[in-house]
């Protein structure tokens, strides 16, 4: 499964509501950041293009839709997927793999409590983030179905 044009929306929204950037900054964690939340090789003083951060987020993302394909072993949707691999692609695989998020989506994908779980995945550094919380609270939207917007 590959995550759908309405998914790489989000992502991008998430990652950089007013489009890409193109200058590397350091993310609220401290890691040098370019595009749509591309770090792998960054450094200060990295520029890239708008079609170089588009290739970027899409070759990143694959990792992202990996591990959802690796870790899920119950039947999801497209929004499930989506919603999964954003997650995924914010936490890291590893965080996925080790989430009472993916416990539940493997036993029921459809278990209410599922929106409890991406909600509790805001802190960054022992701090709840506003950006995260609202973040999360959209991805409970995507993968039951809602709108995000």
Not at 4 to 13: P, Q
Not at 63 to 85: C, G, H, K, M, P
Not at 119 to 130: A, E, N, Q, T, V
Request: hydrophobic fraction near 30%; charge should be positive; aromatic fraction near 12%.
């Amino acid at each position: 499964m590959r995550t759908s044009e309405k998914g790489i929306e989000f992502i991008k929204f998430s990652e950089s509501a007013g489009g890409p950037l193109l200058k590397a900054y350091p993310d609220s964690g401290g890691v040098w950041t370019i595009g749509y939340g591309h770090t792998k090789g960054v450094k200060k003083g990295d520029q890239i293009t708008a079609f170089m951060a588009d290739e970027y987020l899409r070759d990143d993302l694959r990792d992202s839709e990996r591990a959802v394909e690796q870790y899920v072993t119950s039947s999801i949707n497209q929004n499930q997927f989506d919603a999964l691999v954003s997650f995924t692609f914010n936490c890291g695989p590893g965080n996925l793999r080790s989430s009472t998020l993916l416990k539940r989506v493997n036993a029921n994908p459809s278990d209410p409590d599922i929106e409890r779980q991406f909600k509790r995945w805001i802190y960054c550094k022992g701090k709840i983030l506003p950006g995260l919380v609202k973040r999360r609270e959209r991805e409970a939207n995507i993968y039951f179905g809602r709108p995000w917007k």
